[in-house]
């Protein structure tokens, strides 16, 4: 079974490269298996418009704050600085919570994977609620600092479920290196606590390895890649 990618049209036995004859949309020529042969595949461009926007609620706040500290900025535009990344840091993690859904779809049904990600979407929307209640309340802030390490793992674990996505799709492995680089971003980001960089007196580089921005970025490059791989034609 194989369906549009443009309006799910369920395209039944036509073969690969025909024309959907709901919208007119070309098929994919690739043969799609795993969760790309049903519904996962509708997925792939909804999920790369998050994985995006998700990174740039990271990205973009983190810059400012970066910029910040480097022209030495009065200290009340630090704290409004840091007050706006905590609401778009939860966004984030509120926005990465639906993309398990989205990717989860896009893996087979049998894959661990699957189950793994209704426990990065659980951390998600917990930390989410915790920079919440942290903005709001402005308490309970050495409990925000220990879940970090979580999310952190929890994007590892999301890493790699992407990382899943293109060989068990069915897809070439061209999204396997920005899944890669997300994986190893998180990883990293993890152990600086322990193992911090050998020259950054500024702490900045550090700071940015564990906003997760880096995984980010990383897993939105994978998605787009994932996205546009299915919609070449
Ligand atoms: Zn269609």
């Known amino acids: 079974m194989s ?91 509120l926005a990465g919570a639906y993309l398990c859904v989205l990717v989860g779809r896009m893996l087979p049904a049998e894959l661990p994977w699957r189950r793994m990600l209704w426990i990065v979407m659980a951390v998600r929307i917990a930390g989410a609620c915790a920079l919440l209640g942290f903005a709001l309340t402005s308490v309970v802030p050495t409990a925000v600092v220990a879940e970090l390490q979580v999310v952190l793992a929890a994007d590892l674990l999301f890493a790699l479920a992407v990382s899943r996505i293109a060989p068990t799709g069915g897809l070439s492995r061209a999204s396997a290196v920005p899944a890669y680089t997300a994986v190893a971003g998180a990883g990293y980001g993890m152990v600086l606590t322990h193992l911090p960089l050998a020259y950054d007196p500024s702490g900045i580089a550090s700071g940015v390895m564990q906003s997760g921005a880096v995984g980010a970025v990383a897993c939105a490059i994978a998605l787009w890649r994932i996205k546009r791989e299915l919609h070449a034609n």
């Open 3 to 93: 369906r549009c990618l443009e309006c799910g049209y369920d395209l039944g036995g036509s073969g690969r490269g025909d024309r959907c004859p709901e919208c007119g949309t070309k098929s994919t020529d690739i043969e799609l298996t795993g969760g790309l042969a049903g519904v996962g595949a509708l997925s792939a461009r909804p999920a790369a418009r998050i994985a995006i926007a998700a990174a740039a609620l990271l990205v973009i706040p983190l810059t400012l704050l970066i910029l910040a500290r480097l022209v030495d900025a009065r200290d009340s535009v630090h704290a409004t600085l840091r007050e706006i990344s905590y609401f778009t840091q939860a966004f984030a993690l």
